[in-house]
Each structure stands twice: as structure tokens, then as C-alpha cells.
T-cell receptor, first 113, second 114 residues
Framework: EPEVTQTPSHQVTQMGQEVILRCVPI?????FYWYRQILGQKVEFLVS????????KSEIFDDQFSVERPDGSNFTLKIRSTKLEDSAMYFC???????????FGDGTRLSIL | GDSVTQMEGPVTLSEEAFLTINCTYT??????LFWYVQYPGEGLQLLLK?????DKGSNKGFEATYRKETTSFHLEKGSVQVSDSAVYFC?????????????FGDGTTLTVKP
């Protein structure tokens, strides 16, 4: 069964550095998402992306965050200047169409030192 | 805005016990409802879904029925196993938006003891 794949599985970065989290959604999917889960807390929506543009973003997704689909297969989340509170598990998800459930990757654990 | 409220955990059961994890929701539209499971150190896996009122989602012995009148989607399993130990998340997704983001509950940690 096709999967959403995320790399790396664990990223350790110094505070203030830029980080890029990578995702390869399922190939025929059209809707793409990033979520984050701070340790022990709920899964929070960050941003959704459809038709090569952001369709919705949460208040967490401020100017430090950006997303790109650079080549038709990858979907990236960039954090420009990381803060300690950005430490979390980041999940990518994709779905084919509106009524279908989202398929999640295994996540990237981001640790900011 | 949309919200999902789950029964607080953690929940500890003996093997073969009956499981119920309560989930209620608030939504502006007519959402699809989901249960996801997260095993230790892993990502979110879709467990089951329901897209309209009175639909019953089922998978691996788990069931949940979409109850519009009570805005609920309680997860049940008749006989749990040690391997069911995980965190369970109830979630909803609005159908009539392009974004279709999911809104998650806080998660309920289930531990099944042999």
C-alpha cells in the first residue's frame, strides 16, 4: 500500500538555525498538510496546501514557517529561525480528494537545542 | 470553530475486557469522523472512519457509529488485547472546504495488561 514518507526521522538543530522537513506524499494525492504534536499534547494543524498554494493555515503558522512543493513529488516545511518551542513531532499528511481520509507519515521528531 | 472532546485517560484494562473511549464533537458543517491510533514511537494510522450519520466504521474488531443527534463517535472493542495498547485520537474533517484539515481530540492512552 502506498505510504507518505518523511525524512529525516529525527532532526536536531541549534536554536536560530533554519530547518527543512521533507515529505513525499502519496503520488496521486492532491491535498497536503502539515501538523505538529508537542510531546504529550494533541495533534495541531499547521497548514494545508492544494493546487500549488496554501488553502488554510493556523495561527501557529507564522512568518517563520513556509511550505513548498518544489518538484511535484516533495512537500517541504521550512522553519526559518527555530525556537525552543518548535521542538515537536511534525507530521505530513495527504489525501486524494475531499471525502477521503488523510494518510499520515511517521513524522519527523524535531529537537531544538 | 470545530472541536473534538475525548474521554480523559489514561485507560488501563485487562486483556479481553470491553473498551469504550468516548468522543464528542462540535462542528459548523457536516464533518467526516475518524479514529486514528498511534503506537509508541510511530506515526498516526487511520483505524476507522464514518462519513455520514448512522454510518458504522469498523476495523480490527474496533467499531464506532456516527451519531448526529448526540454529536458522538464513541470507539468500542469487545475484547482488547495487549497489542491494542496505544494512544487513540478521535478527529473530524469538514467536507465542504478545500482545506479539509483535521481537528483532533487530546488523545486517550490505552494500556492493556495481560
Amino acid at each position: 500500500e502506498p505510504e507518505v514518507t518523511q525524512t529525516p526521522s529525527h532532526q536536531v538543530t541549534q536554536m536560530g538555525q533554519e530547518v527543512i522537513l521533507r515529505c513525499v506524499p502519496i503520488s496521486n494525492h492532491l491535498y497536503f498538510y502539515w501538523y505538529r504534536q508537542i510531546l504529550g499534547q494533541k495533534v495541531e494543524f499547521l497548514v494545508s496546501f492544494y493546487n500549488n498554494e496554501i488553502s488554510e493555515k493556523s495561527e501557529i503558522f507564522d512568518d517563520q514557517f513556509s511550505v513548498e512543493r518544489p518538484d511535484g513529488s516533495n512537500f517541504t516545511l521550512k522553519i526559518r529561525s527555530t525556537k525552543l518551542e518548535d521542538s515537536a513531532m511534525y507530521f505530513c499528511a495527504s489525501k486524494r480528494e475531499g471525502l477521503q481520509p488523510q494518510h499520515f507519515g511517521d513524522g519527523t521528531r524535531l529537537s531544538i537545542l | 470553530g470545530d472541536s473534538v472532546t475525548q474521554m480523559e485517560g489514561p485507560v488501563t484494562l485487562s486483556e479481553e475486557a470491553f473498551l469504550t473511549i468516548n468522543c464528542t464533537y462540535t462542528a459548523t458543517g457536516y464533518p467526516s469522523l475518524f479514529w486514528y491510533v498511534q503506537y509508541p514511537g510511530e506515526g498516526l494510522q487511520l483505524l476507522l472512519k464514518a462519513t455520514k450519520a448512522d454510518d458504522k466504521g469498523s476495523n480490527k474488531g474496533f467499531e464506532a457509529t456516527y451519531r448526529k443527534e448526540t454529536t458522538s463517535f464513541h470507539l468500542e472493542k469487545g475484547s482488547v488485547q495487549v497489542s491494542d495498547s496505544a494512544v487513540y485520537f478521535c478527529a473530524l474533517s469538514e467536507k465542504d472546504t478545500n482545506a479539509g484539515k483535521s481537528t483532533f481530540g487530546d488523545g486517550t492512552t490505552l494500556t492493556v495488561k495481560p
